[in-house]
């Protein structure tokens, strides 16, 4: 049998995406949506979370590298 694609709005199926939208949230948007006074300034905010996000900001999941540092230490390692 051949899987589709997840069915709409099924967070189970894409609980990756789901915790980082949910972080992105919390940490950039609730109780900050006021600060931004255009489209382009939010826009540029997420353009810099995004880049934190995977560069610098830390995990326990990613034995406490960010993101593209432990892929490439995954990569390194096989």
Request: contains cysteine.
């Amino acid at each position: 049998m051949i899987q589709s694609m997840s069915r709409r709005g099924n967070c189970i199926d894409n609980c990756i995406m789901e915790t980082f939208f949910g972080r992105l949230k919390n940490e950039m948007y609730y109780s900050y949506e006021k600060e931004y006074e255009s489209f382009e300034s939010f826009s540029k905010a997420l353009d810099e979370y995004i880049s934190y996000y995977n560069n610098e900001r830390i995990q326990g999941k990613t034995k406490w590298m960010p993101p593209v540092m432990y892929r490439i230490a995954s990569m390194c390692s096989t």
